[in-house]
């Protein structure tokens, strides 16, 4: 168990195992709606997927777009969705990220190591889009009314 900058600890060791035996999972940011899909199943004609995907509904919903998705593919053998209370840049500074990118190069395919390096980057500058956004008040909702300011 580690803390982490949220003061939340998180079992990496289970983590890890997600990333090294999952053939599919994906990954819930707080900051952004989209998931980060990682599907590292492939033929000689179709290689690897790390995308951002929009969510589902359901875990059968998600089935349904992966069969969509990667016909060619039979439904996944280990598949796990979970959610990441932390933020891309902890998910870098603790190893998982590193993990990931280990686990796309493994595949033999390069283009999944991009795949993977693109999303990371997109995944980034939604969490500081999203934390600007915060910052200046938009699409939040404060628990405080404001005050009124006394008049003079």
Known sequence: MVYTENGLMIDLSEVEKVVDLCDVFTIVFRMFPERLLVDTRSTA???PLVALVEPVASVEERFHW???????????QRFIFFLWPHSVVFLEQCGIGERIRRRCEATGRPEAVAMFQETMAEMKEKERQATLAA???QNCHTIWPAREKPSR
């Open 66 to 76: 992966l069969g969509r998705k990667r016909p060619q593919f039979e439904p996944p």
């Open 135 to 137: 910052i200046k008040g």
């Open 45 to 47: 004609e179709e290689g």
